[in-house]
């Protein structure tokens, strides 16, 4: 029973160029949530996604960042022009439900901007 | 805003000392969890509670839930260098929806 999978695990990109960051949920959990750290910082909401919908995005930067999980497939965080400023771990977490119990985090993606 | 207050940042203390760890908010949660993070992993969770006044126990570790489910604190027995990581807590906020409020984290050293 696989947990939480996210890829790649480390991402380097120039300033300007597009990021991806997948995230396969735990089997069986159709709720993801997309989390932030900053070197040095606890983790900061992004966004949270059931199949296909988009339910809170309250934590997203209005620019360049969105996210899907499609019916079929892992689900994709987007940052489009990145900046330096994005550098930082994306973490990915899974529930079976919309409350916080069962949450299982990924291993991240370490997002390096050059 | 609900936030999480969470002291002390850092702490070294050395093997057989006790801890606390405490995490405070002006706020009310529906439950509160505790994660331990590992230098580039994700974070584990170690306990969820639930229930005001809830206290539970895994092993050395102690948490407990605020009377008023507003704070909570976790405490280490006789800490081990294994014991040694970076601690979250991070509380359900009112919306229900599963969206998790971060502690800045508490990162401990248990030296041999």
């Known amino acids: 029973n696989a947990g939480v999978m996210q890829n790649p695990r480390h991402l380097v990109r120039r300033r300007g160029q597009e990021a991806r960051l997948r995230c396969s949920p735990m089997k069986g959990h159709s709720h993801v949530y997309w989390y932030r750290q900053l070197p040095e910082e606890g983790l900061k909401f992004m966004v949270y996604l059931q199949k296909e919908n988009i339910i809170d995005e309250s934590g997203m930067p209005k620019e360049r960042f969105s996210a899907e999980f499609p019916k079929e497939g892992p689900s994709i965080l987007r940052i489009q022009q990145v900046v330096r400023g994005d550098s930082a771990a994306y973490f990915c977490?899974?529930?079976?439900?919309?409350?916080?119990?069962?949450?299982?985090f990924g291993s991240g993606t370490r997002l390096t901007v050059v | 805003t609900q936030l999480l207050e969470q002291s002390p940042q850092f702490l070294s203390i050395q093997e057989g000392e006790n801890l606390t760890v405490y995490c405070n908010s002006s706020?009310?949660?529906?439950?509160l969890q505790w994660y331990r993070q590992e230098p580039g992993e994700g974070p584990v969770l170690l306990v969820t509670?639930?229930?005001?006044?809830e206290v539970k126990k895994l092993k050395r570790l102690t948490f407990q839930f605020g009377d008023a489910r507003k704070d909570s604190s976790l405490h280490i027995t006789a800490a081990q260098p294994g014991d040694t990581g970076l601690y979250l807590c991070a509380g359900e906020g009112s919306s229900n929806t599963g969206k998790l409020i971060f502690g800045q984290g508490t990162t401990l050293q248990v030296k041999p």
């Open positions: 706020s009310v949660f529906s439950s």
């Open positions: 509670v639930v229930t005001g006044g």
């Open positions: 977490a899974s529930s079976p439900s919309d409350r916080a119990y069962g949450y299982t």
